[in-house]
């Protein structure tokens, strides 16, 4: 076969270029009748004379280490098997199957006469080599390797496998394509933090909770600083009548939608709102509500916030929707937050969402009282806002597919695959839409932190800008090079976190600031002309490469000019520049950690220390890295002067799995994040629960420290979230633990110097959120038309004297079961007590609409 492709010559090429195409348009129709499709790939396969790639299968294994392995050699062994479903054979040569994965791959593997290579990032590709003889019809072939790291979670496998032929380089076929984990995680020993979470465990983890009654549950969430209980009850007989200013346009719209339809449209009582003063409460979010059955319902705030805030509160007191029974509570509320900054980042660069899914987070981040919205919004794998002046930024930064052309677009990334017009690979926000979005949250109260990632993790502005420069260089502009963001004389040697080489900006190029300057004047005239004025914009900083700029001629050149000795020093060059930039259009500048830090060493190990530089600068840095070794960072750099952001990975990433368990989705680099590992939580305490000997030599806050607090975000990076959905799996519940830690004070338990005591007290409160949870806060969200398809976590199980026992990590879900080994419908029979049934027993839980969650198994004999 390979012979007849090299005689065929240029007709060949081009009769094979239609049949790809032909195949390329049939692999993607997914909407196509069965019929129309079989034919379509018939007939590309039999005019090309070579297997048709929709017609190939790929599937990619992870194996078992084997029992005979003496020494560990790391990572995973892995296996792609691909099979020939074609009437053509594969060649022996000709073509190239590309893949995407989040983790490091062996670079020049090689298994059955297939080579493994790195492309770019995380894009890779097999290739055949010498010895590789062809694919025949109905054959496999397998190729065998071993992980470079240990995976063994779906959401860390490789992804949006496509095939490509040298005759039709443009043309690229997606392939049919399964995964296959293991069912348990690699390491199943105990005390590792991979080990396997069984239902047994589940069971005692859950059991740390008791089930409480409806009228024993926390009223509301997040925990109010002050409740007054009353007597009686303020029955709702119709839709109240609501008075407000007119100020309070937006808060009134929100009142009325709290009421459910089926009210009276008159009769009701009396709703004031109000902006004055909130005794005792100096934060503008602070509000007092009051409900009576003589007076009605009264909200005061401090501002609009905090009757917004007040409102909300309001809604979580009110019956379910559907209830029977429709009053409130006679209470008083006097309320304000812990912290001025609760935040929520959403990372829209690794995979697109659209304005809608951002307004769907802002209606939830509002409805949990938070306030800061921080918008990833670029990063390398994507440029995801409209900057007027620079076009390339989203039609090459914002579009992921393949090109045998370099500059045409970005490269496929986390399983976007080889078509442009993938929505999670590609989009971006219009200038109108991001209008729109900051309109959107401020009319929740909730502030835009529009993030531009730099000098590193840049890779869509930097392709996007050698784009534009090669374009206008051909047309033989004068101002090609204006905004140029690489020295393409540098020949520095680095590989990033996502493992490119080539992904900074330059700070040795005068027109690497010219592109940052335009930029930020761009993002600031789009918030006034929204009307909603910006008042800090995020830099980036995150994760520059050990390497980078080394061996840069420009960034030479910069630092001889300006006396400077080593990178860390032209680092801070970069940020000084940077940060002039920010002012100048009356900013103020945010960063990630790196922003304050100084990379030095000691006794030859790296060590991040408060860089003395920017102190007096006004920089807000967000604190993520409590790792190995810098637990004690966010409180070293607010002793040290800086106001900082509490975001810690192993508390605050909710991208992280909840556990190693291959059916749960997210990553793990950094830690195991379940909703207990939220709520638990203490801002000023983060090495409360390391051991005594981890905690040694470690700096605690000071009282001047945590003034410099100015609170604490969670972040959703979303490398393994391509849709909403999974969105929605991996921030709720989290998100209410997250604004209970950053609205509330610090609980009871975490102040408590006696153990027991604590424990006790840790019980109490820990029963009452998840009950709230499960009972009030998700069903709310079940009934209102929400559609938030949150995590409903798979049931615990033991077998106790025969008997199996289930609870779930949200008492008063309802759990659903059956005995003979068939899945659990919304049908099943309800678990009342214990289950005396034997055989396979299956439970799992159902949220008010019937969604069932993930479920759990016990073999009962």
């Known amino acids: 076969m390979g012979k007849k492709m090299m005689t065929g010559g240029a007709a060949m090429a081009s009769t094979l270029l239609a049949a790809l195409m032909m195949a390329a348009s049939a692999a993607s129709a997914a909407s196509a009748a069965p019929a129309a499709l079989a034919q379509q790939t018939a007939q590309a396969a039999s005019v090309s004379g070579v297997a048709n790639a929709a017609r190939l299968q790929l599937r990619w294994e992870m194996q078992r280490k084997p029992a005979t392995e003496q020494l560990p050699q790391g990572g995973s062994p892995a296996r792609f098997v691909l099979t020939n479903g074609d009437t053509q054979a594969l060649p022996a040569s000709g073509w190239t199957l590309y893949f995407t994965g989040i983790d490091r791959m062996p670079n020049g593997a090689q298994s059955a006469g297939l080579v493994l290579e790195q492309v770019a990032g995380g894009l890779f590709r097999l290739r055949p080599g010498p010895d590789f003889k062809g694919l025949a019809p109905g054959q496999t072939v397998e190729f065998a390797y071993r992980h470079v790291d240990s995976v063994f979670m779906p959401s860390r496998s490789p992804t949006g496998p ?269 200038r109108a839409d991001y209008m729109d979005i900051v309109r959107y949250a401020q009319a929740r109260h909730i502030e835009v932190i529009p993030e531009i990632e730099m000098p590193g993790h840049a890779r869509a502005a930097v392709q996007a800008m050698e784009s534009r420069y090669h374009r206008l260089k051909a047309a033989g502009s004068r101002d090609a090079a204006r905004y140029l963001l690489n020295d393409f004389d540098d020949k520095s040697v680095y590989v990033s976190a996502q493992l490119f080489n080539d992904n900074v900006i330059n700070p040795g190029l005068e027109s690497s600031y010219t592109f940052i300057d335009h930029v930020v004047k761009e993002i600031a005239a789009l918030h006034r002309e929204a009307g909603v004025p910006l008042k800090t914009i995020h830099m980036g900083g995150d994760e520059l490469a050990n390497g980078a700029w080394e061996k840069s001629p420009a960034s030479h050149a910069m630092m001889r000019k300006h006396g400077l000795e080593t990178s860390a020093d032209l680092w801070d060059y970069f940020y000084e520049r940077v940060d002039a930039i920010v002012r100048k259009h009356g900013l103020a500048t945010a960063g990630w950690e790196e922003l304050a830090a100084r990379k030095t060493t000691l006794d030859g190990a790296s060590k991040l220390i408060p860089n003395p530089r920017f102190t007096r600068s006004g920089f807000t840095a967000y604190v993520w890295n409590n790792t190995v070794g810098a637990e004690d960072l966010a409180y070293r750099l607010a002793n040290g002067g800086y106001d900082i952001v509490l975001t810690p990975v192993t508390r605050m990433y909710f991208d992280m799995a909840r556990n190693a368990n291959p059916e749960e989705h997210g990553v793990n680099w950094g830690a195991y994040v379940g909703l207990d590992t939220v709520y638990d939580f203490v801002p000023f305490d983060l090495m409360r629960d390391d051991p005594p000997a981890a905690r040694v030599g470690k700096d605690r806050i000071t009282d001047y420290g945590k003034r410099r607090v100015r609170g604490i975000q969670a972040n959703l990076f979303a490398e393994t979230a391509r849709d909403p959905a999974r969105l929605d799996y991996l921030v709720m519940p989290r998100l209410v633990a997250l604004a209970e830690r950053a609205w509330a004070a610090d609980p009871v338990w975490a102040t408590a110097e006696d153990s027991a005591k604590s424990a006790a007290l840790h019980r109490t409160a820990w029963s009452g959120f998840v009950n709230a949870l499960g009972q009030r806060v998700l069903p709310r969200l079940d009934l209102d038309g929400s559609k938030v398809a949150y995590r409903i976590a798979p049931p615990g199980l033991v077998i106790d004297d025969g008997k199996v026992l289930a609870n779930h990590v949200l008492p008063g879900m309802m759990l659903r079961y059956t005995s003979d080994g068939s899945e659990p419908t919304a049908a099943s029979r309800q678990v009342s007590g214990p289950i005396l049934e034997r055989g396979t027993i299956r439970v799992a839980a159902f949220d008010r609409n019937g969604r069932r969650g993930a479920v759990a198994s016990v073999e009962s004999r």
Request: charged fraction near 20%; charge should be neutral; aromatic fraction near 8%.
């Open 162 to 430: 496509y095939l490509v032929y040298d005759a039709a380089p443009d043309v690229a076929v997606a392939l049919p394509y399964t995964v296959t984990t293991l069912t348990e995680p690699a390491q199943r020993k105990v005390g590792s933090r991979h080990s396997a979470v069984t239902a047994e465990d589940t069971y005692w983890r859950n059991a740390r909770a008791d089930l409480l009654p409806a009228a024993s549950l926390p009223p509301v969430l997040p925990t109010p600083l002050q409740l007054t209980p009353g007597a009686g009850r303020l029955a709702l007989s119709g839709r109240p009548a609501i008075t407000a200013s007119s100020a309070l346009a937006n808060e009134t719209a929100l009142a009325r939608s709290l009421f459910p339809a089926t009210l009276a449209a008159s009769g009701g009582p009396a709703l004031r709102l109000s902006v004055g003063k909130v005794e005792g409460q100096t934060s503008p979010e602070a509000y007092r509500l009051a409900i009576s059955a003589a007076g009605g319902i009264d909200i005061v705030g401090n501002s609009a916030a905090g009757v917004a805030h007040g409102l909300q509160t309001l809604r979580d007191l009110l019956p379910l929707p559907g209830a029977t029974t429709l009053d409130l509570p006679e209470l008083t509320i006097v309320d304000a937050p812990r912290f001025g900054y609760r935040g929520f980042m959403l990372d829209v660069a690794r995979n697109f969402h659209t304005k809608e899914t951002v307004f769907k987070w802002l209606d939830l981040m509002a409805r949990f009282k938070l306030n800061k919205f921080h918008f990833h919004l670029t990063d390398d794998e994507g440029w995801r806002l409209e900057i007027a002046g620079l076009p390339e930024l989203t039609t090459v930064g914002a579009v992921r597919g393949h090109s045998a052309k370099p500059g045409v677009r970005l490269d496929p990334a986390y399983g976007s695959g080889p078509d442009p017009k993938d929505a999670s690979g590609t989009g971006h926000y219009t």
